[in-house]
């Protein structure tokens, strides 16, 4: 059965789907955006006019580092991945190590979502043993289920510095994280891709990092 055609939906709209398969479960199949510019250009305006020699970007796995390479293209900078692999399919995973060279870097570790904290947890565990300094976390989708309890178990990691969307309601994160968090909006872009869609325009241009002062609010924050 077709989803949309169950619910009587003609067009599909996805904002950074965890499995990239997911778009093929509807028809026609589900048109894509990614939040990925909007959090990029964020981190590009942090660390703007600073040394970045020895700062990187760290991927939560190697699927993430193809999928979401735009990060270190639009930031210039050299990237590294998380070696891992989830048996069982939870929060779980195995993490065997950090593939590329860390030691005595700066770190930006991205993901695209962030459940129970646990995944986070294990990749902090590793780079610290990899000796690096991660100094920002950044993720698209603030799962965070179980809170407050994934919340503790992120903050309990010492990353000084979270950076996500407000792709699910995030009022319940400052509560708990005050401050060490930026939440940035994702509404005038899926409104724009509604718009495109609707007059049947291209949603590439939408990657554009140069655009997005057309269609991206400032950072919305408790700072």
Known sequence: ?????????????????????????????????????????????????????????????????????GYARTLLLPTAYMDKHREHHDDHPQVYG????????????????VASGSTIREDMEALRKAEANVECLAFIHPVCRKHPKAIQTILATGIPRFVCTNSIPTSHLFEYAGDKLTVLSVGRLLGESVARIAM????????????????????????
């Open 1 to 69: 059965m077709i989803i949309n055609h169950a619910y009587g939906i003609r067009r599909v709209l996805l904002l950074d789907p965890h499995d990239e398969h997911t778009a093929g479960f509807f028809e026609p199949m589900a048109e894509v955006v990614s939040a990925l510019p909007i959090l990029s250009h964020h981190l590009q305006s942090i660390y703007k006019g600073q040394d970045t020699s020895d700062l990187m970007v760290v991927y939560g796995d190697a699927g993430e580092a193809t999928r979401h390479d």
């Open 98 to 113: 950090v593939v590329g060279q860390v030691q005595h870097r700066r770190v930006i570790l991205v993901d695209d979502e």
């Open 200 to 223: 049947r325009g291209s949603l590439t241009a939408l990657e554009d990092v140069s655009g997005l002062q057309a269609y991206t609010p400032a950072p919305h924050s408790t700072s």
